[in-house]
């Protein structure tokens, strides 16, 4: 794949612009690295530094790779065929609690 390739301007977008420039593609179709976004300085005059970015085109991937999904591996076949399943019986009925009667209080002799 092709290495990537600096570029500078004054700020992001014309960096990015120099890029598509140089490799005559559009934005989208370039890999994009951004090395620092540049600044102005004070008054536009002392401290100015330029927005800097790596780029190289993108890896050309063909139709078929972005539509096709990725293959899950296959359980081996085995020789005899399952039986179908048999549903599972229906949960038995729980009787309900009786509720419990109250303790008759104790009488002292």
Sequence with gaps: MNEFKEFQGKNLDEA???ACR???LKRDKLEIEILGGGSTGIFGLVGVKKAAVKAR????VSLQEMTS???EPKAPRSEEP???AEPAPAPKPTPEPKPASEPKPVSEP
């Design 82 to 84: 399952k039986a179908a």
């Design 16 to 18: 990015i612009e120099a």
């Design 69 to 71: 999904e990725p293959e």
């Design 57 to 60: 085109p993108r890896k050309a």
């Design 22 to 24: 140089h490799y005559d």
